[in-house]
């Protein structure tokens, strides 16, 4: 019968214990993580021992409890626990192994030191349920009810103290945030039956103890970051130190772009812009100008940009600086994807300058845009006789400017043309006299029309010495003639 009790007392204390667990969902973390309790609790006995009948007695419990930290609703707490009263009962006691007590009424105080573990659950932090289970030291004292101690304690018959196990449950209902009046229940099993001076050798004797007391919590009421929002409201736990908080305890946002005032590097951002996590205006090109007042978004890295985001267009052409390839384009020049003026004809010379629009393709047009006649290409020419260089010597007479000049004006028409220019004596003289004078006067020909402007890379020196005469050396008339330069143009 007593063990059936016991068990169903367990049992009713896990159900208390499991199912708020599953069925309640505070609104906030367990108010009780990582507190301590001190609490002091009196109330009466209902001791089950040997006599016939039970009777009520008075009892007082002391504890020092700590909750472990918890995020959830339940909580588990550790205690130590001390508790004294008094166990009476009274009628016709049931005869034991021990020699029997002629008194029909006991009364033993008990004293108990012990420590176990409690199981919290909080409902709403206003209520909390709790089962909690233990073991404890008991010593205790039977006496008559006169007051004389019974025989079979005189007689030293059995250890004046036994090992208990204690259980009970409860609930607590806080009245302030550091003070909670509690109700409870319990039983204490001792694990030997001679608490009465009697042992059957049945079943070993308890009490039912009923309580009811109040506790005071340290550190329940704390401040954990120091904001001056209490933690149970604190809706933004571990702020800085030092930063403004409202109401709620989280960091103040005066610009409301979800990065606090102490974090946020662009304080009064307008309502509505996307930030960063500095709390400023994102860009997402980079240019400098925020998205929100960019109007030419997804510029291209390291291109300038003016006020409104946008590349700069010096010229105003309508094709911004970085893609211009003809920068500084006069006003109002219409222009082509690249920003340099429309050229419609091909020709070279952009609409805005050309005179002669519409000009064939690959005609070759002069600075405005119009056609230019080529003069006549000359194939070959001959620079004869004493009256162009000195008797001799390679040095040019005055007299043979006119003709290279001439020569000269067609060349530059036709700069693509090549020349070789060919140098030649009479037969008069060695062979290798002749052939440097001939190498010279070829160069002084040459170098006469590259110091008027023609390119040098146009002609090919040929010193030819007295090579090729075209009349008899044998007179002065034939050797004059053969004295000559010869131009001609290369295929």
Request: hydrophobic content about 35%; overall charge negative; glycine content about 12%.
């Amino acid at each position: 019968m007593k063990l059936s009790a016991i068990l169903a007392f367990i049992c009713l204390g896990f159900a208390q214990f499991i199912f708020p667990q599953t069925s309640i969902q505070p609104p906030r973390p367990n108010e009780m993580s990582n507190v301590f309790g001190l609490t002091f609790d009196g109330g009466i006995t209902l001791a089950v021992t040997d006599y016939k009948f039970k009777k009520v007695d008075n009892t007082w419990k002391g504890s020092l409890e700590y909750y472990l930290p918890s995020t959830g609703s339940g909580n588990i707490g550790l205690r130590v626990f001390g508790q004294t009263g008094f166990f009476t009962g009274k009628g016709s006691p049931v005869i034991g192994s021990y020699p029997f007590n002629s008194t029909n009424e006991f009364s033993t105080k008990f004293s108990l030191i012990g420590g176990g573990v409690n199981f919290l659950i909080s409902i709403g932090d206003v209520v909390y349920p709790w089962v909690g289970f233990g073991i404890s030291d008991l010593w205790f004292y039977p006496k008559d009810g006169n007051g004389n101690y019974l025989p079979n304690y005189s007689a030293g018959a059995y250890s004046k103290s036994m090992l208990a196990y204690n259980g009970d449950i409860g609930a607590r209902f806080m009245i302030t945030k550091n003070i909670s009046l509690n109700l409870s229940g319990g039983i204490i099993l001792a694990n030997k039956d001679v608490l009465d001076d009697i042992a059957n050798g049945t079943t070993n004797d308890l009490s039912y103890t009923f309580t009811a007391g109040i506790s005071y919590y340290f550190n329940r009421a704390r401040d954990s970051d120091h904001d001056g929002v209490p933690d149970d409201k604190d809706m933004c736990p571990g702020t800085p130190r030092g930063v403004r908080v409202d109401e709620f305890g989280c960091p103040l946002d005066a610009d409301g772009d979800g990065v606090p005032d102490y974090l946020d590097k662009c304080p009064d951002t307008p309502k509505g812009v996307k930030v960063d996590a500095n709390g400023c205006p994102l860009d997402s090109d980079g240019d400098g100008v925020p998205d929100y007042l960019d109007k030419c978004a997804n510029t291209p890295a390291g291109v300038k940009v003016d006020v409104n985001g946008c590349p700069l267009d010096a010229d105003g052409d309508g094709v911004p600086d970085y893609l211009d390839k003809c920068p500084n384009t006069p006003k109002g020049v219409a222009v082509d994807v690249n920003g340099c003026p429309l050229d419609s004809d091909g020709d070279g010379v952009p609409d805005y300058l050309d005179k002669c629009p519409n000009t064939p393709k690959g005609v070759q047009v002069d600075a405005n845009g119009c056609p230019i006649r080529k003069a006549e290409v000359i194939k070959s020419f001959v620079l004869q006789g004493d009256a162009n260089f000195e008797t001799g010597k390679a040095d040019l007479l005055p007299s043979a400017y006119p003709l290279l000049d001439s020569l000269y004006s067609s060349m530059k028409l036709n700069p693509n043309l090549k020349f070789a220019v060919a140098g030649y004596t009479d037969s008069r003289g060695s062979d290798e006299l002749n052939m440097r004078l001939s190498e010279k006067r070829a160069q002084s020909i040459v170098d006469y029309l590259v110091s008027k402007g023609l390119d040098r890379n146009s002609f090919v020196i040929k010193p030819m010495g007295k090579a090729n005469p075209i009349a008899s050396n044998k007179t002065s008339e034939g050797r004059a003639m053969n004295r000559r330069v010869e131009i001609k143009l290369l295929p």
